[in-house]
């Protein structure tokens, strides 16, 4: 005769199958320490002719362990030190993505920059720069161009951005009708530190590393 399970072994095999599937979820995972250490060259937003940009960092952790990290803001300047440390859950896999923002009080927050911080370079650690990239790419005249010469003669100018491996960026100003090669300017850039500890594992009382 078949005797339908007890109420006991019904409740156990829900905890054995709650279990498993939150080993699935964990397996590889850990935690992140991460520190947004501030940004250097960052556009000027400020609608205001003798304003500044008020800049604030948001990192946004993807993956199965989705959250959110704002730094706070620092009023009027575009070489923001922010300092800021957060201790993070972290899939083993998955990208960062920072966007640097400028604060606003009566419109939308525009964006400063953004970066993506890979699965790879996470799990390896990282303590660098990222070069930030935006809708405009701000220079010192605000063009977009490294820089303009002075004076009447004819001018055709030729932008050409860099970037080494590790994130570092910059352009260089060439008018090849005149031979003139403007300076080299770094381009916005974000420095973050990222120290990934031990993997989680649920302690499940099963498998020996619990």
């Given at each position: 005769l078949y005797r339908p399970p007890s109420i006991a072994t019904r409740h156990n095999l829900l905890c054995i199958k709650l279990a498993s599937a939150s080993l699935v979820v964990l397996l590889g995972s850990m935690k992140v320490k991460l520190e947004i250490v501030g940004a250097t060259n960052l556009p000027n937003a400020d609608w205001w002719p003798t304003g500044h940009s008020d800049p604030y960092c948001?990192?946004?952790?993807?993956?199965?362990?989705?959250?959110?990290?704002?730094t706070r803001v620092i009023d009027n300047c575009e070489n923001p030190k922010w300092n800021h440390t957060a201790e993070v859950l972290w899939d083993g896999e998955s990208d960062m993505v920072f966007k640097v923002m400028d604060k606003d009080n009566f419109k939308r927050d525009d964006l400063l920059g953004h970066a993506i911080l890979h699965g790879a370079q996470i799990t390896r650690g990282f303590n660098g720069k990222l070069a930030l990239l935006g809708p405009q790419d701000q220079r010192a005249n605000g063009s977009g161009r490294a820089g303009r010469p002075s004076g009447s003669q004819p001018y055709v100018g030729i932008d050409v951005h860099w970037r080494l491996f590790r994130g570092a960026s910059g352009t260089v100003s060439v008018d090849p009708l005149n031979g003139g090669l403007a300076k080299a300017q770094s381009g916005p850039e974000l420095h973050v530190r990222v120290i990934p500890e031990s993997p989680q594992c649920l302690p499940c009382g099963v498998c020996v590393i619990c």
């Open positions: 948001i990192c946004e952790v993807m993956g199965r362990h989705k959250s959110t990290v704002n």
